[in-house]
């Protein structure tokens, strides 16, 4: 219900009420800037998520698997994917679903929602720096493919296989949202731990899953992005439409779910 | 409805299960004016600005915010807040955390400008998790009039805050409604409601039970208290109609009287030794708990 006042009286007891487009825009940045920042300054988030999945990749196929995996290009390409993908995954899933699972509980929502914070903001800005987090382990991770772990890709494929892992991040934002929004703060890192960790093993990203759980494998979103960054590697796969429809599908799925809880619980 | 008015409640009723947090709560909050929000515990202060904030909406009644509902974003760009518990990014520094929020509204002032005003210039590359309570909410404070707000909704905002800090606190809010805004202050310091408000409003068990300035809600009292030095017998003075009650407080009297002429003009005639003569009309303190024991 409104009283309708005036646009003389709006502008005698408030003045100017309107966002441009430009502050509007400006609102969306800064939000997602200063989420970065601080995500970056975590030292329980930013530090360990940016360097784990490169050292990790590089005791796999440089110090452990090094000297097998130089005859085989094939393998190489596919420990890079596998491991581009879990790299992403971490930043996305515990990036929504631990941070706002604890700010929801902490009454940061709620204090967001007494401002004039633009309605989307918060979350565009968690997705925003869960792809600039994405970016730069794809950086990294493709640094050390090339000088150490001798990946016999050319830079454009390099590039196709980060394009699609930053943009990849999309469905697991949405699942860390999915759980950040349903648990505890609490219980926020066992919850996704619950998913983050079968997940990371059965979808076959580190090494060629025994033929029954393979079967299952297509189950898991990881997956499909994993079969997506190979076909950017340029590996002859058929169904890149499929795997790129099915995560869109979870995004949506998972994204409208938890948006739902959201909004009851507001 | 008053057209004018910047925030309103009007016959709003608030039930959490079996409790009624808001009982047919009618307030207003008109332009200008610096109106303090009192009542003891659980009586619905923080309830009533959570729905003009559009944070929880009412069972019954209505709420409006510059006219509008409060659950508009445009409504809420006129207002600032200050919540009584807020948690905030403790890795962002006090100036990150004033341009986060001065973005969201449409002509904000700068993170320098906000820190100067509100003396936090120190503050601003301070992380936020590394300050003191009374450092956290001087820069709540800054980052509450950061937009330029026409309405500022402060819960508690002296808590934790030293003398100092405290009287420049206020300091700044007499200035801010002397510029033309207003301010909705809810506050245990009954001392800071004496000090600050135009206009007070009492509730109890989610009721208005009295509303109007300092004084105004003063005189529900009409007690007075007189301080001397006689050499009267207590016992004496207590036998007057006037007096309402004597005690002893060392080598003073004190004596609570309704007619408290009266009662002086009997002992200046009666003693002539009489002196440190005092008297005291009764405080916010003492009307507080007068309205509230009423309302109890």
Redo the contacts between chains.
């Keep these: ?5 005036t646009f003389e ?2 502008e005698h ?8 487009g430009g ?1 509007t825009l ?2 969306y940045l ?2 997602a800037k ?1 989420e970065s ?2 995500m970056l ?2 030292p329980s988030f930013g530090a360990i998520f940016l360097s784990l999945p490169v050292l990790i990749y590089l005791l796999f196929a440089v110090v452990i698997f090094g000297h097998a995996l130089r005859s085989d290009a094939v393998a190489t390409v596919a420990v890079f994917t596998g491991f581009s993908v879990f790299g992403v995954m971490g930043p996305a899933m515990f990036g929504f679903g631990v941070t706002i699972a604890i ?1 929801r509980e ?3 929502l ?2 967001k ?7 989307g903001a918060y979350l565009v800005a968690k997705m925003l720096m869960a792809m600039l987090f994405a970016a730069i382990i794809m950086i990294t991770m493709c640094a050390a493919a090339v000088f150490f772990a001798h990946v016999p890709l050319p830079l454009p494929r390099l590039i196709g296989i980060g394009t699609v892992n930053v943009i990849g991040v999309l469905p697991f934002c949405a699942i860390g949202l999915f759980i950040g929004a349903i648990v505890k703060g609490a219980a926020a890192p066992g919850f996704t731990n619950l998913v983050y960790l079968p997940m990371m093993y059965l979808s076959g990203l580190f090494f060629p899953l025994p033929k029954g759980l393979a079967a299952v494998a297509p189950i898991w979103p990881a997956y499909h992005l994993n079969q997506l960054a190979l076909t950017a590697a340029g590996a002859p796969l058929a169904g890149a439409t499929t795997h790129l429809a099915i995560l869109l599908g979870v995004t949506a799925l998972f994204g409208w779910l938890a948006l739902s809880r959201l909004r009851r619980l507001n | 409805m008053n057209n004018s008015y910047l925030a309103e409640l009007k016959g709003v009723h608030k039930r959490y299960g079996k409790v009624a947090a808001l009982d047919g709560l009618d307030l207003q909050v008109a332009g200008g004016e610096l109106l303090a929000l009192l009542g003891p515990n659980g009586a619905g202060k923080t309830t009533a600005i959570s729905i003009m904030l559009g944070l929880q909406r009412p069972d019954t009644g209505s709420a409006h915010l510059f006219g509008e509902s409060p659950l508009l974003c445009a409504s809420r760009r006129q207002a600032g807040v200050m919540m009584q518990e807020v948690y905030l990014s403790p890795e962002l520094r006090v100036q990150e955390h004033i341009d986060l929020v001065a973005s969201y509204y449409p002509n904000p002032m700068s993170a320098e400008e906000a820190m100067e005003r509100t003396q936090t210039t120190s503050l601003a590359k301070r992380a936020y998790g590394k300050l003191s309570g009374g450092q956290k909410r001087q820069a709540q404070f800054a980052i509450a009039i950061c937009g330029r707000p026409k309405l500022l909704f402060l819960d508690e905002p002296t808590v934790g805050l030293d003398v100092q800090a405290r009287e420049t606190m206020w300091a700044m809010l007499r200035q801010i409604v002397s510029d033309g805004s207003s301010i909705l202050l809810t506050t245990h310091y009954l001392e800071e409601a004496e000090a600050l408000a135009d206009r007070v409003a009492v509730l109890a068990k989610g009721r208005l039970i009295a509303s109007g300035t300092v004084n105004q809600i003063r005189a529900v009292v009409a007690r007075k208290r007189i301080t001397c030095r006689t050499t009267l017998p207590l016992q004496q003075i207590e036998a007057w109609p006037e007096v309402e009650r004597v005690t002893q407080h060392q080598d003073h009297l004190q004596i609570v009287a309704n007619e408290a002429e009266d009662v002086v003009r009997r002992l200046l005639a009666m003693d002539e030794t009489l002196h440190d003569l005092e008297v005291h009309r009764a405080g916010l303190a003492e009307a507080f708990t007068e309205l509230t024991k009423e309302a109890a």
């Design positions: 219900m409104t009283t309708g006042l009286q709006q007891l408030g003045g100017k009420t309107i966002m441009s502050r400006h609102a800064t939000e200063y920042l601080r300054r975590s700010e902490q009454g940061l709620r204090f929602r007494a401002l004039p914070a633009p309605a």
